[in-house]
């Protein structure tokens, strides 16, 4: 059996927004001749694309074309695609008698009668169901294909739009955390010349407790020293550097593996928190790179349903 091309079964539309949620679900029936065709979609976040497909045994042939059509349409996420149909009444009555069969049966219902003690009549109900003597005339699935595959068109349709939508929430909270980011790394910006006073005064303290004498040349040497080792204005101009990167894909019209690279920013910028706490020498410092790691944490677990 020949089916139709993906390309005839529907028209495909462009994308109108950049961040797709994968987690979504879609549903659509229609009558189709004498059946009624039902197609549900369920999606959920997955590293890649995974396309499960299940259908009536007589629509199997469509496997191929279902996941090329998926595939067409979705990046990333698992995905079930779920074909049901039913057959209406009217179907049963264009039922007809194969005549050849019902001979044939009649015969051995004859043979048998000779051979039983006592009397065994089958009623007519009894005979009609028997396999073969009703011929239901079943619906051409060389026709039915394209159908079914338009149909599947709209679900995916209506699958990517709820993705869309959700996408868009989820756009607009790392929107917002991105910012909180921003005012934590500017604000972390303007300590750090109260930071480099505050280790001045509290090493010229710690030596007046030790009795210590210390002319101001080896003070500011010392002073030198501590700073360079707790200097944050690398990890500070990363994060500012992966924080631009961010908004800007929120940005942007692209919609090319835009959750894979939302990750490895996630990942980024959690590696320059981390370098940040473990240079903090005061307790503003900590603070702000705990605040960091918190909202970091939070996008990245938004980021993970992003296609």
Same mark, same amino acid.
């Given at each position: 059996m020949s089916y139709l091309l993906i390309a005839q079964a529907g028209l495909y539309f462009e994308a109108k927004i950049m961040i797709y949620s994968m987690t979504a679900f879609a549903r659509h029936d229609k009558k189709i001749t004498n059946s009624s065709f039902t197609w549900e979609i369920r999606s959920v976040n997955h590293r890649y694309l995974e $396309? $499960?497909?299940?259908?009536?045994?007589?629509?199997?042939?469509?496997?191929?074309?279902?996941?090329?059509?998926?595939a067409a349409q979705l990046k990333r996420g698992k995905v079930e695609c779920i074909l049901s149909f039913k057959q209406h009444d009217q179907a049963e009555a264009n039922a007809k008698i194969n005549e050849s069969v019902l001979k044939n049966l009649d015969q051995l219902c004859q043979q048998a009668s000779h051979l039983l003690i006592g009397s065994h009549q089958s009623s007519l109900l009894d005979v009609l169901r028997w396999p073969g003597v009703l011929e239901v005339v079943t619906p051409d699935l060389e026709s039915l294909s394209k159908d079914i595959l338009v149909l599947l068109d709209d679900t995916l349709h209506d699958l990517v739009e709820t993705r869309a939508r959700e996408g868009e929430k989820l756009a607009n909270a790392l929107?917002?955390?991105?910012?909180?980011?921003?005012?934590?790394?500017?604000?972390?910006?303007?300590?750090?010349?109260e930071m480099l006073n505050w280790v001045r005064e509290r090493l010229s303290n710690r030596f007046e407790e030790l009795n210590l004498q210390l002319d101001q040349d080896r003070l500011e040497q010392e002073i030198v020293l501590i700073a360079t080792k707790t200097d944050v204005e690398e990890e500070l101009k990363r994060l500012e550097t992966h924080i631009e990167e961010v908004r800007r894909i929120l940005a942007s019209n692209e919609t090319k593996a835009v959750g894979r690279r939302l990750d490895f920013l996630m990942q980024e910028l959690n590696r320059e928190a981390n370098t940040l706490c473990s240079k903090s020498m005061d307790q503003k410092t900590t603070a702000a790179g705990i605040d960091l790691k918190v909202l970091i944490e939070q996008m990245?677990?938004?980021?993970?349903n992003i296609e």
């Open positions: $396309t $499960t497909v299940r259908v009536p045994e007589e629509f199997r042939a469509l496997e191929t074309l279902v996941r090329q059509q998926v929107r917002d955390r991105n910012q909180s980011m921003l005012e934590i790394v500017v604000e972390l910006r303007s300590h750090l010349p990245r677990e938004q980021v993970q």
